[in-house]
């Protein structure tokens, strides 16, 4: 055996290993928590995102697979993407943990996820669930502004308003939103994805591995008390 297959085969095993499933809608700050968290509990922050390009890079039959999903369009099916989580699990980086983030969507692909780390003796230790109201979400998901004249001056009318309203700081032109962000489009969206997130996120309450932090403060204070609690459950 390798010492490389050591390390994996020890870190597998493991059963001090940190599996943190990050819970929240789109605009509750939870990919800002993940990397802040990340940095904290020097764990990897794997993003849906960042598993898909990983795959991309990677040479193995499943990445193989994976692309092949990836360029016809196709949806991924539950059991590759949970294939996808147990090899980043392998990887040197993840032998403490890691920090999921966008995965489960489902509670079926959380069902999966449980058994496919039950198999590789653990199991998810802490789910974060970021709680923010949605009149603050579409407050924040509907509040950006782009200016007319060049689309990287962006704004926000709360978190980063112009001096002026309605207007760019750097060239006076008008700024304006965009459909995607209209309050229609955002109820929509937040209509399609609030309710399986939800489901999910009474699963874990079910599996006492779930808890609620208000996202309606400072993302510092957020962070801290995120911290706070993750460490008293997993015992650092
Ligand atoms: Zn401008």
Redesign the pocket.
């Known amino acids: 055996m390798t010492s490389e297959a050591v390390a994996d085969t020890a870190a597998r095993n493991g059963g001090s290993r940190r599996i943190i499933v990050m819970m929240g809608a789109p605009g509750a700050g939870k990919g800002t928590q993940a990397e802040r968290l990340a940095e904290a509990l020097d764990l990897p922050h794997v993003s849906t995102g960042e598993l898909f390009r990983a795959m991309r890079k990677s040479d193995t039959p499943l990445a193989e697979q994976v692309r092949g999903y990836m360029d016809s369009g196709a949806l991924v099916p539950d059991d590759i993407v949970v294939a996808m989580v147990d090899d980043r699990l392998t990887w040197k980086d993840a032998k403490n943990g890691v920090i999921l983030d966008g995965f489960p969507r489902t509670v079926a692909q959380a069902r999966e996820l449980d058994a496919m780390l039950a198999r590789v003796g653990t199991a998810v230790s802490a789910v974060p669930y970021i709680e923010v109201p949605t009149e603050l979400l579409l407050a924040r998901l509907t509040g950006r502004r782009i200016?007319t004249?060049?689309d990287q001056?962006v704004y926000h009318v709360v978190a980063m308003p112009p001096k002026k309203e309605g207007i760019?700081d750097?060239?006076g032109?008008e700024l304006y939103q965009r459909k995607d962000d209209s309050e229609e489009t955002v109820q929509a969206r937040l209509d399609q994805q609030l309710p399986p997130m939800f489901e999910v996120v009474d699963y874990y309450a079910g599996n006492d591995v779930l808890f609620a932090v208000p996202g309606d403060q400072s993302p510092e204070a957020v962070t801290e008390e995120l911290l706070r609690v993750i460490n008293s459950r997993t015992g650092a």
């Open positions: 200016c004249k060049d001056h760019c750097i060239d032109a």
